[in-house]
């Protein structure tokens, strides 16, 4: 655990933010967002560690976390959504904990109904389907599950795309300024566009280079981009049929 601490990094733009928040008497306040949002990250970290997945670094900025992995693709779908999950079931156990400390008086009212209030907020901002939030990589584990994986990602990045807008449009109506908020969150869509070829090219080449989990064999498959994550593939190629790594090798590095 002590060396998940050190991966820890806190962006500049948060130890500013503390430090306003500090000037502008909201200190009780940012500490509490603080903590929740490492509480929030330490979930992720959990189920990381429990699936034994590499962990580069994890930094903390003003908004939340955001964690640095090294992971497939083809990880079993329950686990892309525990991982999905892992933050919000932190934070409700966080939820628990700090009811069970305000009822035998150990926590004063205000800092109890703060918990609770930001807690919630965090939560379901972190279900919203936006990349990169959790909501969206939890909708991708999901359509991955029904439909192809190519399909699922621009799936996520349409829905992703639409959500942002909408929750804009949401906060300007209700006067909220979110500016820095929304930049980030455009930049994040716009570099998994940019990724999408090589991630959907990872995809098909950890079909050949690793043994992965799949629940049912799907025989007379004709297009690879039909391919889902837990499905093992025979291709029909003229009057033989081709077992979906060597298929790949031919449409995808040969051809």
């Given at each position: 655990?002590?060396?998940?601490?050190?991966?820890i990094?806190?962006?500049?733009?948060?130890?500013?933010?503390?430090l306003l928040?500090?000037?502008a008497?909201?200190?009780?306040?940012?500490?509490?967002?603080?903590?929740?949002v490492?509480?929030?990250?330490?979930?992720?970290?959990?189920?990381?560690?429990?699936?034994?997945?590499?962990?580069?670094k994890?930094?903390?900025?003003?908004?939340?976390?955001v964690s640095?992995i090294?992971?497939?693709?083809?990880?079993?779908?329950?686990?892309?959504?525990?991982?999905?999950?892992?933050?919000?079931?932190?934070?409700?156990?966080?939820i628990?904990?700090?009811?069970?400390?305000?009822?035998?008086?150990?926590v004063?009212?205000?800092?109890?109904?703060?918990?609770?209030?930001?807690?919630?907020?965090?939560?379901?901002?972190?279900?919203?389907?936006i990349?990169?939030?959790?909501?969206?990589?939890?909708?991708?584990a999901?359509?991955?599950?029904?439909?192809?994986?190519?399909?699922?990602?621009?799936?996520?990045?349409?829905?992703?795309?639409?959500s942002?807008i909408?929750?804009?449009?949401?906060?300007?109506?209700?006067?909220?300024?979110?500016?820095?908020l929304?930049?980030?969150l455009?930049?994040?869509?716009?570099?998994?566009i940019?990724e999408?070829?090589?991630?959907?090219?990872?995809?098909?080449?950890?079909?050949?280079?690793?043994?992965?989990?799949?629940?049912?064999?799907i025989n007379?498959?004709?297009?690879?981009?039909?391919?889902?994550?837990?499905?093992?593939?025979?291709?029909?190629?003229?009057k033989r049929?081709?077992?979906?790594?060597?298929?790949i090798?031919?449409?995808?590095?040969?051809?």
């Amino acid at each position: 655990m002590k060396n998940i601490f050190l991966k820890i990094k806190i962006d500049y733009s948060t130890y500013l933010i503390m430090l306003l928040s500090l000037l502008a008497g909201y200190i009780k306040n940012i500490s509490i967002i603080f903590i929740i949002v490492i509480i929030h990250e330490l979930g992720h970290v959990f189920f990381f560690k429990l699936f034994k997945i590499e962990i580069e670094k994890i930094v903390i900025y003003p908004f939340g976390g955001v964690s640095y992995i090294k992971k497939k693709i083809h990880e079993r779908i329950y686990r892309d959504i525990l991982i999905s999950l892992g933050g919000i079931i932190f934070q409700l156990i966080l939820i628990l904990i700090i009811f069970m400390l305000y009822k035998y008086n150990l926590v004063v009212e205000r800092t109890y109904i703060l918990f609770i209030k930001y807690n919630i907020n965090i939560i379901l901002f972190n279900l919203i389907p936006i990349i990169p939030l959790d909501g969206s990589k939890l909708l991708l584990a999901i359509l991955s599950k029904f439909i192809a994986y190519k399909k699922s990602y621009h799936l996520m990045i349409i829905i992703g795309i639409i959500s942002l807008i909408l929750y804009i449009g949401f906060n300007l109506i209700y006067k909220v300024n979110d500016l820095i908020l929304y930049i980030y969150l455009g930049m994040k869509i716009y570099e998994v566009i940019k990724e999408e070829k090589q991630v959907i090219n990872k995809f098909y080449l950890e079909r050949i280079l690793y043994d992965h989990y799949y629940n049912k064999i799907i025989n007379n498959i004709d297009d690879i981009d039909k391919m889902r994550l837990d499905k093992y593939y025979y291709f029909k190629n003229k009057k033989r049929f081709i077992n979906e790594r060597d298929y790949i090798r031919i449409v995808k590095y040969r051809s």
